[in-house]
């Protein structure tokens, strides 16, 4: 939540684990919520990929990404940004 108390996803595109992914590992019946689903409650729009794919989606200063794939795209992505802002 931000200091104003929106959700830091709320009107952002972002990536996260999608639900066909934690259905697949079998942690859907394991986790109280599905990452996919609260951050589409949150008001954040879900860009997803196709499961397991490397997909990272950066929204302004916001950097995320899909799945324990997409981690050294993220860690780019992240670089990228500090690199433009020096």
Known sequence: M?????SAVQGRKVAA??????KAVQLDRA??????DKLQELGGT?????DWADHVVVDGRL???????????VADAIVRLLRESA
């Open 2 to 6: 931000l200091a104003d108390g929106r």
């Open 31 to 36: 986790m109280p919520f599905l990452l996919q």
């Open 46 to 50: 879900v860009d997803a990929a196709e």
């Open 63 to 73: 950097v995320t990404g899909q799945n324990p794939q997409s981690s050294r795209s």
């Open 17 to 22: 684990f999608t639900n066909s992914e934690e």
